[in-house]
């Protein structure tokens, strides 16, 4: 393609940038009225998941907004308002997409399922406003929707609100219409003047170039005699007299060209130090880099004895043949630098030395590798160093016959608490305090490892049993004192696993196992202490492994099942309430008590998820009691919290979900913590409590007596119910001052105006007792066992347990 066509392509180029920035403006016009569209029905849908979320603003002072959303016949009220008034069409669903409200009261109830892509689900997941095209076939256009979450007050997306803006998105459109059509005519009258330039322009310009070309062409076959006139003033009449200076320069310059082309050769690695040696060995030439390298300068080099300025250098002939050596050179300001050298021969003449300064190169080596054998933040060994060395111990202990050698793994017990609470910082500074102590703790020929996060391994040779133990015990007691992090004292602990006598063992990594293996006994034992390694831990860290996956399942496969025992009010003699209690239908098990798996579900975080279920399925089972047997039914259901549940932060949202979505009151459902659980956090318990009790919730401290016991938590807490611990009630027969205590717990529950439970009531004389201290209300086997709630509420007998089991003058 020659000048011509490339300046009229190039012009033509330049239209079509033209037409296409016209097409972009045209498209950014109907992209910004469909911005603004889309935003302005967020804004509206956000207004209207506001007023659903936090209700409309009071009428008058002094009155609380409530919210719509737990209130049928209010949002449908207010859809059909902005229906009426605004022409607005809104759907209103839960977190489930199932509907609340609708334009349509036809498909309240059912799930909404318009949205092809799940934008709803996708909105309520993540809060985040989305739009979507609906095809309904009541409707022959597609609608556009748009969707955004309904929050409460916990910042909790308690659902979504569907506003379809087909009507306000075509308003938008017309009204750019005009714009659009006004950029259209401009940009069609843009490109013509373009091309119409490029034709001019394009034809001046390719007849003085071909003159170039045509003596360019001669130049090029060596003829420099040749110049180019170009007549005028312009840049290409500069460019021709510019040609001509130059083909007279080129002659001259030839020869020049010509003589330089074997220094050139020398110095074309000029990063690289060059000096060249003759036959004698002394430097008769040296670049600057050669200079820099050594020390000494070019001057300093320049008939100096090869090997004496160049101390690298091998001390037999240099011109003997090609070497590639290194070695380390010391300059003359006492430091040294490592140098890769290269020695080619030039004939009889001399040879040619080329230095490379590889200091850095070396240095990062070194750091590589050990960067690849140690851990980065403690400094100490790696796994791979630790079982490198671990199999050489391994081999040496074979060799002389000696069971010496033990191996201890080390867990730090309570390390992700510190971590998750002060933060990363925190938790890399306590695991090099680790490394420290455990360093400090052991003898200077034991090897410490950090194997990965809390972990470390120590290999310990020419150790018997009796010093193991004694460095195991070492471990413990330099773990177990308290940390300072950031000016917060820290206190965790560390399970140690045990595996001494490793030579008969296949490699380092099955030793690594069985200490590992030991570790988790040790934790399962209680933690902060060590354990020997002995075979059967296998077969208990499996079956353990084998019940947590079992267990992850249970509540997605409906193995758990719900038990309620009764409450008994001891003057009325009937039933006042119910406890909730979960078991467990393992398939191979069968029927498990709370015991066989709620620690494990503690230890796992499946607690929350087991609660959850519990307290969903309980407030379902009463209310479907009470709809059944209102005069028969408990006027309460009790259901257990654990210490996970208070970490989460929509548990409010959580617990009113399940009254709203069962139909119970909040009146009839208590929320039982331990006493240790209230006391964790005394200001952020007291508050999320408040808001639990704010929904009409009840607060009991379960086990009570047999945690902190402090009267202090009694006023700061909020709580309405104490359980008296079973404990308690065990013994009380024969126990005078046990009966003076139980009897001063009552009075003094009866006093701060709060109900009072004694739990664990297994024979008559417990039963009669408690009746003369007062005591109102009694739970235990004597008074019913727990049952699932269907065989409970159609047993009479069982039910109304004071009639088959309280004696009559105890009425």
């Known amino acids: 393609m020659d000048v011509r066509h490339k300046l009229l392509g190039a012009f033509l180029a330049a239209a079509a940038l033209v037409a296409a920035t016209g097409a972009i403006v045209l498209h950014a016009d109907s992209a910004s009225a ?57 759907v209103v669903v839960d977190r489930f997409k199932r509907i609340l409200a609708d334009a349509a009261p036809e498909d309240v109830g059912e799930t909404f399922t318009e949205d092809s892509g799940d934008e709803v689900t996708h909105t309520i997941e993540d809060g985040k ?24 007050p916990a910042n909790i997306v308690k659902g979504a609100v569907i506003l379809e803006y087909t009507q306000l998105y075509n308003q938008m459109m017309d009204a750019s219409r005009p714009a659009r059509q006004a950029i259209v005519t401009a940009g069609a009258i843009c490109i013509l003047l373009v091309v119409l330039l490029g034709f001019v322009i394009a034809t001046s310009i390719t007849r003085r170039i071909d003159s170039l070309t045509r003596a360019v062409q001669v130049i090029r076959d060596g003829d420099y005699s040749r110049r180019v006139a170009l007549k005028g003033r312009d840049d290409l009449a500069r460019l021709g007299n510019a040609f001509d200076d130059m083909t007279g320069r080129l002659e001259r310059s030839a020869r020049e060209i010509l003589a330089k082309e074997y220094t050139d050769s020398i ?13 004698d060995g002394r430097i008769t030439f040296a670049n600057a880099a050669a200079g820099r390298i050594t020390g000494l300068g070019v001057d300093g080099l320049l008939g100096e004895d090869a090997r004496g300025a160049l101390q690298v250098l091998p001390d037999d002939d240099l011109v003997a043949g090609d070497e590639d050596r290194e070695g380390t050179l010391q300059r003359p300001d006492g430091s040294a630098v490592r140098v890769a050298y290269t020695i080619s021969h030039i004939g009889k003449r001399g040879a040619v ?10 240095a990062l080596e070194r750091d590589l590798r050990h960067q690849a054998l140690h851990d980065g933040l403690t400094g100490l060994p790696n796994r791979k ?12 202990a074979r060799a002389a016959r000696t069971e010496l050698t033990a191996v201890l793994y080390l867990d730090l017990d309570g390390f992700k608490k510190v971590n998750d609470s002060l933060g990363h910082n925190a938790g890399d500074q306590l695991l090099r305090t680790t490394a420290e102590r455990l360093a400090a703790a052991l003898r200077p020929q034991d090897t410490v490892a950090r194997l990965g996060g809390d972990e470390f391994a120590v290999l310990l040779e020419d150790a018997d049993r009796e010093t193991v133990e004694a460095r195991a015990q070492a471990c413990l007691d330099a773990l177990n004192q308290p940390f300072l992090v950031q000016g917060r004292k820290a206190v965790v602990s560390v399970s140690i696993g ?13 030793v690594l196992r069985n200490a590992d293996v030991a570790m988790y006994a040790a934790k399962a034992r209680g933690k902060g202490c060590y354990l020997l390694f002995e075979s059967h831990m296998h077969e208990q860290l499996l079956d353990r492994l084998d019940s947590e996956s079992r267990l992850r399942d249970a509540v997605h496969r409906g193995e758990l099942r719900l038990h309620l025992q009764p409450v008994v009010d001891l003057i009325q003699r009937k039933t006042a309430g119910v406890e909730a209690l979960v078991r467990w239908e393992d398939p191979e098990r069968g029927l498990q008590q709370p015991g066989a798996f709620i620690p494990l579900a503690e230890e796992t975080g499946l607690i929350t998820e087991i609660d959850r279920w519990v307290l969903f399925e309980a407030c379902l089972a009463v209310k479907q009691w009470q709809d059944r047997t ?13 210490a996970a549940n208070l970490d989460i932060p929509d548990l ?109 009531v297994e024979t008559e004389d417990q039963l009669r007792l408690l009746s003369r201290m007062g005591a109102r209300y009694a739970q235990g086997y004597y008074l019913g066992r727990p049952a699932p709630a269907d065989q409970l509420s159609t047993n009479t007998a069982t039910v109304r347990a004071g009639t088959v089991n309280v004696p009559e003058d105890l009425s």
């Not at 030395?353 to 070396?362: A, E, G, K, M, P």
């Not at 045990?498 to 099955?510: I, K, L, N, Q, T």
């Not at 913590?673 to 408040?690: F, G, K, P, Q, Y």
């Open 652 to 760: 409010t949202d959580r617990v009113a979900y399940a009254l709203a979505t069962t139909g119970l009151s909040p009146h009839c459902l208590v929320l039982e913590l331990t006493e240790t659980v209230l006391m964790r956090d005394i200001a952020v318990t007291s508050a999320r409590l408040e808001e639990l009790r704010e929904l009409g919730v009840k607060i009991a401290i379960d086990d009570f007596g047999t945690g902190y016991s402090s009267l202090g938590y009694l006023r700061d807490i909020p709580v309405d119910v104490l359980k008296v611990d079973r404990s308690f009630i065990t013994g009380l027969e024969d126990n005078p001052r046990q009966q003076d205590l139980v009897s001063a717990v009552i009075q003094l529950g009866h006093t701060l105006g709060l109900k009072v439970v004694a739990e664990g």
């Open 353 to 362: 030395v080329v230095l490379r300064d590889v200091s850095r190169q070396r």
């Open 498 to 510: 045990v595996v001494p006598g490793v030579s008969g063992y296949g490699d380092a990594d099955e």
């Open 630 to 642: 209102p005069d028969a039914s408990p006027a309460w259901v009790s259901v257990n919290l654990s």
């Open 267 to 279: 110095l074309a690695n000029a990063g690289e130090g060059i000096c060249g040696v003759d036959a």
């Open 129 to 152: 406003p989305r739009i979507f095209v609906e095809h309904g076939d009541d409707s022959p256009k597609p609608m556009l929707q748009v969707v955004v979450p309904v929050t409460g």
């Open 34 to 90: 469909a911005r603004a569209a889309v935003t302005a029905a967020e804004q509206m849908a956000g207004g209207a998941a506001k007023d659903i979320a936090l209700g409309l603003p009071p009428a008058r002072a002094g009155q609380t907004s409530v919210p719509l959303f737990y209130n049928p016949e209010a949002l449908a009220s207010y859809l059909d308002r902005l229906h009426q008034n605004q022409n607005r069409d809104i």
């Open 385 to 396: 160093l630790f079982l490198d060395r671990l199999e050489h111990a391994m081999t040496r």
